[in-house]
Protein backbone atom coordinates (compact mmCIF):
# COMPACT_ATOMS: atom_id res chain seq x y z
CA UNK A 1 0.00 0.00 0.00
CA UNK A 2 1.30 3.01 -0.93
CA UNK A 3 2.31 5.61 1.96
CA UNK A 4 -0.56 8.66 0.72
CA UNK A 5 -3.13 5.51 0.87
CA UNK A 6 -2.30 4.71 4.65
CA UNK A 7 -2.23 8.76 5.51
CA UNK A 8 -6.25 8.78 3.42
CA UNK A 9 -6.91 5.51 5.46
CA UNK A 10 -6.00 7.05 8.69
CA UNK A 11 -7.64 10.04 8.31
CA UNK A 12 -11.17 7.74 7.18
CA UNK A 13 -10.59 5.69 10.43
CA UNK A 14 -10.09 9.00 12.47
CA UNK A 15 -13.26 9.97 10.71
CA UNK A 16 -15.17 6.81 11.93
CA UNK A 17 -13.92 6.97 15.66
CA UNK A 18 -15.17 10.55 15.88
CA UNK A 19 -18.62 9.54 14.87
CA UNK A 20 -18.38 7.08 17.06
CA UNK A 21 -18.04 9.63 20.08
CA UNK A 22 -16.74 9.96 22.77
CA UNK A 23 -19.58 8.02 24.67
CA UNK A 24 -18.84 4.93 22.65
CA UNK A 25 -15.01 5.22 23.61
CA UNK A 26 -16.33 5.13 27.18
CA UNK A 27 -18.60 2.65 26.98
CA UNK A 28 -15.72 0.12 25.05
CA UNK A 29 -12.90 0.84 28.26
CA UNK A 30 -15.70 0.38 30.87
CA UNK A 31 -17.07 -3.21 29.01
CA UNK A 32 -13.26 -3.78 28.94
CA UNK A 33 -12.11 -3.21 32.67
CA UNK A 34 -15.11 -4.97 34.05
CA UNK A 35 -14.06 -8.23 32.13
CA UNK A 36 -10.67 -7.62 33.01
CA UNK A 37 -11.85 -7.15 36.83
CA UNK A 38 -13.21 -10.69 36.69
CA UNK A 39 -10.55 -12.40 34.67
CA UNK A 40 -8.13 -10.90 37.51
CA UNK A 41 -10.42 -12.30 39.97
CA UNK A 42 -10.54 -15.78 37.95
CA UNK A 43 -6.45 -15.79 37.73
CA UNK A 44 -4.79 -14.80 41.08
CA UNK A 45 -4.55 -18.05 42.29
CA UNK A 46 -2.54 -18.55 38.92
CA UNK A 47 -0.61 -14.87 39.26
CA UNK A 48 0.06 -15.78 43.16
CA UNK A 49 1.63 -19.10 41.98
CA UNK A 50 3.85 -17.48 39.08
CA UNK A 51 4.97 -14.98 41.28
CA UNK A 52 6.31 -17.38 44.04
CA UNK A 53 8.01 -19.40 41.21
CA UNK A 54 9.98 -16.34 40.13
CA UNK A 55 10.57 -15.12 43.66
CA UNK A 56 11.62 -18.97 44.15
CA UNK A 57 14.22 -19.90 41.09
CA UNK A 58 15.34 -15.45 40.36
CA UNK A 59 14.62 -13.64 43.61
CA UNK A 60 12.92 -10.31 43.04
CA UNK A 61 11.34 -7.99 41.75
CA UNK A 62 9.11 -10.24 39.46
CA UNK A 63 6.89 -7.73 37.65
CA UNK A 64 8.84 -6.40 34.52
CA UNK A 65 6.87 -2.66 33.46
CA UNK A 66 8.36 -1.38 29.90
CA UNK A 67 7.00 2.09 28.64
CA UNK A 68 4.78 1.22 25.41
CA UNK A 69 2.52 4.59 23.50
CA UNK A 70 -0.78 4.12 24.16
CA UNK A 71 -3.42 5.62 22.81
CA UNK A 72 -3.33 9.58 21.56
CA UNK A 73 0.63 8.94 22.08
CA UNK A 74 0.23 8.52 26.05
CA UNK A 75 3.34 6.54 27.25
CA UNK A 76 2.53 3.85 30.16
CA UNK A 77 4.27 1.19 31.90
CA UNK A 78 3.11 -2.15 30.51
CA UNK A 79 3.04 -4.80 32.73
CA UNK A 80 4.66 -8.35 32.67
CA UNK A 81 5.64 -11.24 35.20
CA UNK A 82 9.55 -11.12 34.88
CA UNK A 83 11.16 -13.53 32.46
CA UNK A 84 14.82 -12.43 31.89
CA UNK A 85 17.77 -11.77 33.73
CA UNK A 86 18.04 -8.82 36.36
CA UNK A 87 20.89 -7.45 33.90
CA UNK A 88 18.83 -7.70 30.42
CA UNK A 89 20.14 -4.39 29.18
CA UNK A 90 23.72 -5.01 29.87
CA UNK A 91 23.80 -8.25 28.25
CA UNK A 92 21.59 -7.39 25.21
CA UNK A 93 23.96 -4.23 24.83
CA UNK A 94 27.23 -6.65 24.87
CA UNK A 95 25.29 -9.20 22.27
CA UNK A 96 24.54 -6.48 19.83
CA UNK A 97 27.62 -5.67 19.90
CA UNK A 98 29.96 -8.27 19.30
CA UNK A 99 27.44 -10.26 17.25
CA UNK A 100 26.74 -8.93 13.81
CA UNK A 101 23.87 -11.89 13.09
CA UNK A 102 21.93 -11.28 16.70
CA UNK A 103 22.49 -7.14 15.36
CA UNK A 104 20.99 -7.84 12.38
CA UNK A 105 18.12 -10.01 13.78
CA UNK A 106 17.16 -7.39 16.60
CA UNK A 107 17.47 -3.94 14.15
CA UNK A 108 15.12 -6.06 11.63
CA UNK A 109 12.22 -7.89 14.29
CA UNK A 110 13.17 -6.02 17.86
CA UNK A 111 13.28 -9.82 18.96
CA UNK A 112 15.96 -12.35 19.21
CA UNK A 113 14.63 -16.22 18.52
CA UNK A 114 17.54 -17.55 20.97
CA UNK A 115 17.47 -14.57 23.57
CA UNK A 116 20.35 -15.52 25.92
CA UNK A 117 18.33 -12.90 28.73
CA UNK A 118 15.62 -15.57 29.25
CA UNK A 119 15.31 -17.32 32.27
CA UNK A 120 14.34 -21.08 32.22
CA UNK A 121 10.97 -20.10 34.72
CA UNK A 122 11.22 -17.22 31.49
CA UNK A 123 11.17 -19.93 29.00
CA UNK A 124 7.89 -21.60 30.34
CA UNK A 125 5.76 -18.16 31.13
CA UNK A 126 6.26 -17.06 27.73
CA UNK A 127 5.61 -20.54 25.49
CA UNK A 128 2.70 -20.38 28.06
CA UNK A 129 1.64 -16.42 27.92
CA UNK A 130 1.58 -16.47 31.57
CA UNK A 131 3.93 -13.81 31.77
CA UNK A 132 1.02 -11.49 29.95
CA UNK A 133 -1.28 -11.75 32.77
CA UNK A 134 -0.17 -8.76 34.46
CA UNK A 135 -1.59 -6.63 31.89
CA UNK A 136 -4.80 -7.22 32.83
CA UNK A 137 -4.36 -4.38 35.42
CA UNK A 138 -3.36 -2.32 32.24
CA UNK A 139 -7.04 -2.89 31.06
CA UNK A 140 -8.67 -2.02 34.54
CA UNK A 141 -6.78 1.29 34.60
CA UNK A 142 -7.42 2.06 31.04
CA UNK A 143 -4.31 2.27 29.13
CA UNK A 144 -5.16 -1.05 27.34
CA UNK A 145 -8.18 -3.57 25.97
CA UNK A 146 -7.99 -6.86 25.77
CA UNK A 147 -7.96 -7.12 22.22
CA UNK A 148 -6.19 -4.35 20.01
CA UNK A 149 -2.68 -4.12 18.33
CA UNK A 150 0.29 -5.22 19.97
CA UNK A 151 1.70 -2.52 22.60
CA UNK A 152 5.06 -0.72 21.04
CA UNK A 153 7.65 1.20 22.12
CA UNK A 154 8.49 4.98 21.24
CA UNK A 155 11.60 3.81 18.92
CA UNK A 156 9.27 1.04 17.46
CA UNK A 157 6.29 3.66 16.47
CA UNK A 158 9.35 5.44 13.75
CA UNK A 159 8.86 1.54 12.42
CA UNK A 160 5.31 1.98 11.68
CA UNK A 161 5.30 4.91 9.31
CA UNK A 162 2.32 5.93 8.14
CA UNK A 163 0.55 3.25 10.06
CA UNK A 164 1.46 4.78 13.30
CA UNK A 165 -1.80 7.25 13.14
CA UNK A 166 -3.62 3.89 13.37
CA UNK A 167 -2.07 2.58 16.18
CA UNK A 168 -2.53 5.81 17.73
CA UNK A 169 -6.28 6.21 17.62
CA UNK A 170 -6.88 3.20 19.46
CA UNK A 171 -6.00 1.60 22.97
CA UNK A 172 -3.21 -1.38 22.51
CA UNK A 173 -4.11 -4.85 23.52
CA UNK A 174 -3.26 -8.09 25.25
CA UNK A 175 -3.71 -9.74 22.51
CA UNK A 176 -4.96 -9.21 18.45
CA UNK A 177 -4.28 -10.40 15.39
CA UNK A 178 -0.52 -10.63 15.82
CA UNK A 179 -0.98 -13.16 17.88
CA UNK A 180 -3.63 -15.45 16.43
CA UNK A 181 -1.62 -14.98 12.84
CA UNK A 182 1.70 -16.67 13.26
CA UNK A 183 2.77 -14.52 15.95
CA UNK A 184 6.81 -15.26 16.02
CA UNK A 185 6.39 -16.48 12.47
CA UNK A 186 5.49 -13.40 11.14
CA UNK A 187 7.88 -10.42 10.11
CA UNK A 188 7.80 -7.36 11.32
CA UNK A 189 6.31 -5.85 8.91
CA UNK A 190 3.38 -8.15 8.68
CA UNK A 191 2.90 -7.53 12.50
CA UNK A 192 2.76 -3.99 11.30
CA UNK A 193 0.45 -5.35 8.40
CA UNK A 194 -2.10 -6.78 10.74
CA UNK A 195 -2.21 -4.18 13.28
CA UNK A 196 -3.53 -2.08 10.43
CA UNK A 197 -5.97 -4.34 9.33
CA UNK A 198 -7.58 -4.88 12.65
CA UNK A 199 -8.02 -1.04 13.47
CA UNK A 200 -9.62 -0.77 9.80
CA UNK A 201 -12.06 -3.62 10.28
CA UNK A 202 -12.95 -3.07 14.24
CA UNK A 203 -15.79 -4.56 15.81
CA UNK A 204 -16.96 -6.13 18.85
CA UNK A 205 -17.59 -9.04 17.11
CA UNK A 206 -14.09 -9.19 15.45
CA UNK A 207 -13.26 -8.51 19.21
CA UNK A 208 -14.84 -11.65 20.37
CA UNK A 209 -13.59 -14.10 17.32
CA UNK A 210 -9.77 -12.78 18.49
CA UNK A 211 -10.57 -13.69 22.04
CA UNK A 212 -11.39 -17.53 21.20
CA UNK A 213 -8.64 -18.07 18.84
CA UNK A 214 -6.28 -16.55 21.89
CA UNK A 215 -7.47 -19.20 23.87
CA UNK A 216 -6.86 -21.67 21.31
CA UNK A 217 -3.38 -20.58 20.30
CA UNK A 218 -2.29 -20.83 24.03
CA UNK A 219 -4.07 -23.83 24.50
CA UNK A 220 -2.42 -25.04 21.14
CA UNK A 221 1.02 -23.35 22.41
CA UNK A 222 0.71 -21.70 18.51
CA UNK A 223 2.94 -19.35 17.40
CA UNK A 224 4.59 -19.10 21.23
CA UNK A 225 7.82 -16.20 20.87
Sequence with gaps: MKPSTY???????????????????????LLNQLCAAILIVLTSPIMLMVAWLIWRKDGRP???GHYRVGQDGQLFKCLKFRSMVLNASEILEELLRTNAEARKEWERDQKLNDDPRIT????????T?????????NVLRGDMSLVGPRPITLAELEKYGEVRWHYLHVRPGMTGLWQVSGRSDTTYEERVELDRTYIEKHTLWHDAVILVKTILVV???GGAR
Design 62 to 64: VLF
Design 7 to 29: VATGLSVRSRLRQQGPTYDRLIR
Design 219 to 221: LGK
Design 129 to 137: SLDELPQLF
Design 120 to 127: PVGRFLRK
